[in-house]
C-alpha cells in the first residue's frame, strides 16, 4: 500500500491542524498506521499510532492530551488531530505502515516500520 501524507501548513502556537494520511493500492484496512515526525537536525521520532480498526492508539508522551489519530477505513485514510500546537511540534510528518502486519500490539519503534509516505510539513509559529 502507498502512503502519502497531507494537511500541514503554518499555524500559530495553540493552533490546530489536521493531518491525513491517504492510503492507495492495497488493502489499507489490514495495516496499523504510525506517525513520526523529524525536525531539523534531529532523527525521526515516534508520535502517534493506530491499530488497524482504529480501536486502540498510542501516544508518545510529548503529544498525549494534544493529538489525537483517528481512521476512517472506507476512505483509506488516517488522521491526525493536533490541537494546542507548540513551536516544538515543527517538524516533518510522516505516516507508516510495521512489517509485522498481523501484530497483536502497536509499536512506537522507527525500525519495525518499513513503508513510508511523502511528509508533510507542520511549522508552528511563537
Known amino acids: 500500500v502507498q502512503l502519502q501524507a497531507s494537511g500541514g501548513g503554518l499555524v500559530q502556537a495553540g493552533g490546530s491542524l489536521r493531518l491525513s494520511c491517504q492510503g492507495s493500492?492495497?488493502?489499507?484496512?489490514?495495516?496499523?498506521i504510525g506517525w513520526f515526525r523529524q525536525a531539523p537536525g534531529k532523527e525521526r521520532e515516534f508520535v502517534a499510532a493506530t491499530s488497524w480498526s482504529g480501536g486502540t492508539s498510542l501516544y508518545a508522551d510529548s503529544v498525549k492530551g494534544r493529538f489525537t489519530t483517528t481512521r476512517d477505513n472506507p476512505k483509506n485514510t488516517v488522521y491526525l488531530q493536533m490541537d494546542s500546537l507548540k513551536p516544538e511540534d515543527t517538524a516533518v510528518y510522516y505516516c507508516?505502515?510495521?512489517?509485522?502486519?498481523?501484530?497483536?500490539?502497536?509499536?512506537?519503534?522507527?525500525?519495525?516500520?518499513?513503508?513510508w509516505g511523502q511528509g508533510t510539513q507542520v511549522t508552528v509559529s511563537s
Open positions: 493500492g492495497g488493502d489499507f484496512s489490514i495495516y496499523h
Open positions: 507508516a505502515t510495521p512489517r509485522q502486519v498481523a501484530s497483536t500490539f502497536l509499536s512506537k519503534y522507527e525500525h519495525e516500520y518499513d513503508n
